[in-house]
């Protein structure tokens, strides 16, 4: 421990163990290969949205291109993650502990891929189909027609303007 020029004091971690937080340092050379597929999930995770982005830009909404390659990152950044994290290699000493802050934000994620079947083309082809086919089957019946009718304007009308920019 020491004092700087400014008259602040400068710790040093091993003589102040209450700052016990992970810096990405520390995690790259905690548990070799494990903490950098670890990191190497996490990257992918954060990266998925640029790539979305570019592969948009550069091939169109109605390609599959950006679908399907964003889609394979996202489930290999998640599958990372997920085993390292898994009870197993934790009883081994081998994966990683998640607070409930980080398992919410793992389940939040999980929670994200329902806006893969509202982004074109998946929409277009398969999303779309359905929900006109589900809207003509219960037309007939009195209210519940007229609410899955708005339900189905309502999630066209989403997809059109926000499945883009909301957890693209």
């Not at 008259?7 to 070799?32: M, Q, Y």
């Not at 909404?61 to 997920?82: E, H, M, Q, R, Y």
């Not at 209210?143 to 066209?156: F, P, Q, Y």
Request: charged share 25%; net charge positive.
């Amino acid at each position: 421990m020491g004092e700087s020029q400014s008259g602040l004091r400068i710790f040093d971690r091993k003589l102040c163990p209450a700052d016990n937080r992970s810096t990405l340092v520390s995690i790259w050379h905690e548990k070799g290969v494990t903490s950098r597929s670890f990191i190497l999930g996490e990257v992918l995770l954060i990266l998925r949205p640029l790539v979305y982005a570019l592969l948009i830009r550069r091939y169109g909404l109605g390609t599959w291109k950006p679908w399907l390659v964003t889609l394979a990152v996202d489930l290999t950044g998640t599958t990372i993650i997920s085993r390292l994290t898994s009870p197993g290699l934790l009883r081994n000493g081998r994966g990683y502990s998640l607070s409930k802050v980080e398992k919410e934000e793992i389940k939040r994620r999980q929670l994200l891929w329902a806006f893969y079947v509202m982004r074109d083309p998946f929409f277009s082809k398969y999303t779309r189909h359905r929900l006109e086919y589900f809207e003509q089957l219960l037309k007939p019946v009195p209210v519940v027609g007229t609410l899955i009718a708005k339900a189905v304007e309502l999630l066209v009308g989403v997809q059109t303007r926000y499945s883009y920019i909301s957890a693209s």
